[in-house]
């Protein structure tokens, strides 16, 4: 699995680092015409059917709560996870946010990992619009928090100290699913100590499908440990835009005010929302190829001179690169060829989605023998 070092550069789809490659000239097309685009699963666009239902959606004013769309979609994931109710918003960011916001207030504290995304790649949001403080921790190497950890960072009630309130999880994080019997351990822990607990599952449904089984009933049972979870549409799921909150009715409620406060009042959004479901209906099982393509990516590439490969996960895949590979020279060369990632330093990312075949996945395993041995051979 994936090191500490990949969780840091986990689910950063959208820095401007990630997409400095195309920016920079552009790509170039493969041998085949095409571009295969490996930056994140959130670059899909709707397919045909997608866009039909999302041309045929019934719609309404969904600030005044009466798009009937919106209204179904809520209701289906709400039923679907286990929770009382759901709110559609824009994004994972304001989900999260919105989730912060009312389970804490100023001088609340949330823990998190030092590499979650809401702490590290949600532009502070706690802390600069409420007032709410970050108890970041270290990671372990298979990305989740130390239960020791957790428990040593609650604060005691003394008025020298932030009060805290709620621990946050992620799962998948940087492309590895998190087990389930750390899940209930970390949360009933949580609970022993008095706080809520909300998970980030942007890429909930991967984890489910890496579970084995029945995807939703999988995705029911890891949702079901938390007070509140958070589920992307716009990533493995393939929708263009939206995340759903899930939680209590009353807990739901309050959010709703939290996300008008926050902009996110987005009128006839059932537009948006049949997307999601047509997304959520049809699109789950699938995550399965793109777990297949990640694999069959990373086996093709474990010998290769320049970098080292960690085994995927899900459906990314990391890899280290040896001394004397600079990763923004490679990450460039590969786009010329073109094959978009995401790079870090000494790291690039690859992620596989819906708009990626079997076939594109072995092309991407040729690009990047070829740009090494090019690179090699100076």
Request: with cysteine.
């Amino acid at each position: 699995m994936p090191t500490t070092d990949s969780a840091r550069a986990a689910d950063a789809a959208d820095t401007p680092d990630a997409s400095r490659a195309v920016n920079a000239g552009g790509a170039a097309q493969d041998g085949r015409g095409r571009v295969i685009d490996l930056r994140s699963d959130t670059v899909t666009r709707p397919g045909e059917a997608m866009r039909r239902a999302m041309a045929e959606a019934e719609v309404g004013d969904d600030v005044f709560g009466d798009d009937p769309t919106v209204n179904a979609l809520q209701e289906r994931i709400a039923g679907l996870l286990g929770f009382e109710a759901a709110l559609f918003v824009s994004s994972g960011t304001q989900s999260n946010l919105c989730a912060l916001l009312t389970h804490c207030g100023r001088g609340d504290e949330y823990i998190a990992g030092q590499m979650a995304h809401m702490y590290r790649w949600e532009g502070g949001g706690a802390a600069v619009l409420g007032g709410i403080q970050p108890q970041p921790l270290a990671h372990r190497a298979d990305g989740t928090l130390d239960p020791l950890d957790i428990a040593a960072a609650v604060k005691p009630d003394d008025a020298h100290f932030a009060r805290t309130r709620l621990l946050c999880l992620e799962n998948t994080i940087g492309g590895r699913a998190v087990s389930q019997d750390y899940l209930k351990t970390a949360t009933h822990l949580a609970r022993d100590h008095g706080l809520a607990t909300h998970l980030d599952g942007a890429r909930l449904f991967n984890a489910a499908v890496a579970e084995g089984g029945d995807p939703y009933e999988q995705a029911r049972r890891i949702a079901g440990h938390f007070d509140t979870v958070s589920v992307c549409f716009s990533k493995g799921l393939g929708a263009p835009v939206g995340s759903a909150l899930l939680g209590s009715r009353e807990f739901v409620a309050e959010a709703r005010r939290w996300r008008k406060v926050l902009g996110g009042g987005m009128r006839q959004a059932g537009v948006l929302a049949a997307a999601a479901r047509y997304a959520l209906d049809h699109q789950v099982t699938r995550l399965a190829d793109d777990h297949a393509h990640a694999e069959l990516f990373a086996e093709g590439l474990k010998d290769v001179r320049g970098l080292t490969m960690e085994p995927s996960g899900t459906n990314m895949v990391f890899a280290k690169s040896d001394p004397g590979v600079e990763t923004d020279d490679l990450r460039d060369r590969l786009a010329r060829r073109g094959l978009l990632c995401a790079g870090y330093p000494g790291q690039l990312r690859f992620v596989f989605h819906l708009d990626v075949t079997r076939a594109d996945a072995e092309a991407a395993v040729r690009i990047v023998r070829e740009t090494l041995t090019e690179m090699s051979t100076g």
